[in-house]
C-alpha cells in the first residue's frame, strides 16, 4: 500500500500513469477488504489524483470505489463514477449500476432483503445510462402487430389455445410455442385480475 502511494505522488503528472502502477492499483483493490480502512484510503487517494480516468479502465478499482461509495451512502458519486468510467466489463458496470439502486431501496423501506419484484420494479425505474448498455436494454415486448394478432385470437377464438393453434401462432409469428404459451398464460391472469 505504502509502495502504491509513494507511486501515485511520484507519478501524479504522467499521462498515462505507468501500467506497473495501474496494475498494482487493480491488484491492491481486488486483495484489499471492501469496508477495510486501506481500501478506502486507496480509493480517495486514486478519486484525488489528476488522472483517475486511467485507473477508472480497471474493473477491480471501479468496483472498490462504487462499493466505497456505497458503503458512505453516496449512491449518486457511485452512479456517475460508473456512468464515466472506461471499463470494458460492460456487462459487470451494470450489475453494480443496479446494486447501487437496490441499496438505495434497501435503505428507503429500511430492510436487508429485497424481493424478485422490488428487485424487478427496482431495475425498471432505474436503467442503466447508454454509456453502459451502448446497444440498449433488452426489450422484452413484443411489437404491436404481434400483440393485436394475440388480442384478437383470444377474443375471437380462445384465450386457452391448445398445443396445436399455440404452434399455429408461433409459426405465424415468428415466436417459440413456449412464448405463445406464456403470453395466453399472463393474458388470462391479467383477465382474472
Same mark, same amino acid.
Given at each position: 500500500?505504502?509502495?502504491?502511494?509513494?507511486?501515485?505522488?511520484?507519478?501524479?503528472?504522467e499521462h498515462p500513469p505507468p501500467t506497473k502502477l495501474l496494475n498494482l492499483a487493480?491488484?491492491?483493490?481486488?486483495?484489499?477488504?471492501?469496508?477495510?480502512?486501506?481500501?478506502?484510503?486507496?480509493?480517495?487517494?486514486?478519486?484525488?489524483?489528476?488522472?483517475?480516468?486511467?485507473?477508472?479502465?480497471?474493473?477491480?478499482?471501479?468496483?472498490a470505489c462504487v462499493s466505497i461509495h456505497i458503503h458512505k451512502g453516496q449512491h449518486?458519486?457511485?452512479?456517475?463514477?460508473?456512468?464515466?468510467?472506461?471499463?470494458?466489463?460492460?456487462?459487470?458496470?451494470?450489475?453494480?449500476?443496479?446494486?447501487?439502486?437496490?441499496? =438505495?431501496? +434497501?435503505?428507503?423501506?429500511? %430492510?436487508? !432483503?429485497?424481493?424478485?419484484?422490488?428487485?424487478? $420494479?427496482? @431495475?425498471?425505474?432505474?436503467?442503466?445510462?447508454?454509456?453502459?448498455?451502448?446497444?440498449?436494454?433488452?426489450?422484452?415486448?413484443?411489437?404491436?402487430?404481434?400483440?393485436?394478432?394475440?388480442?384478437?385470437?383470444?377474443?375471437?377464438?380462445?384465450?386457452?389455445?391448445?398445443?396445436?393453434?399455440?404452434?399455429?401462432?408461433? =409459426?405465424? +409469428?415468428?415466436?417459440?410455442? %413456449?412464448? !405463445?404459451?406464456?403470453?395466453?398464460?399472463?393474458? $388470462?391472469? @391479467?383477465?382474472?385480475?
Amino acid at each position: 500500500m505504502k509502495q502504491f502511494m509513494a507511486m501515485l505522488k511520484k507519478n501524479e503528472n504522467e499521462h498515462p500513469p505507468p501500467t506497473k502502477l495501474l496494475n498494482l492499483a487493480g491488484q491492491l483493490c481486488q486483495e484489499l477488504q471492501s469496508s477495510s480502512p486501506s481500501l478506502e484510503k486507496l480509493v480517495e487517494a486514486v478519486m484525488e489524483c489528476k488522472n483517475k480516468r486511467y485507473f477508472l479502465t480497471n474493473i477491480h478499482v471501479v468496483r472498490a470505489c462504487v462499493s466505497i461509495h456505497i458503503h458512505k451512502g453516496q449512491h449518486d458519486a457511485a452512479c456517475r463514477l460508473l456512468e464515466y468510467c472506461k471499463a470494458e466489463e460492460k456487462e459487470e458496470l451494470v450489475q453494480l449500476w443496479h446494486e447501487i439502486h437496490y441499496r =438505495r431501496a +434497501m435503505e428507503k423501506h429500511q %430492510t436487508n !432483503v429485497l424481493t424478485p419484484l422490488q428487485k424487478f $420494479r427496482c @431495475r425498471k425505474r432505474n436503467p442503466p445510462p447508454i454509456s453502459l448498455c451502448p446497444e440498449g436494454l433488452k426489450n422484452r415486448n413484443y411489437s404491436e402487430e404481434v400483440r393485436q394478432h394475440l388480442y384478437r385470437f383470444a377474443a375471437e377464438v380462445t384465450a386457452n389455445p391448445d398445443k396445436k393453434q399455440r404452434e399455429g401462432l408461433a =409459426r405465424d +409469428m415468428n415466436l417459440q410455442p %413456449t412464448q !405463445v404459451y406464456n403470453w395466453f398464460a399472463n393474458y $388470462r391472469r @391479467r383477465q382474472k385480475s
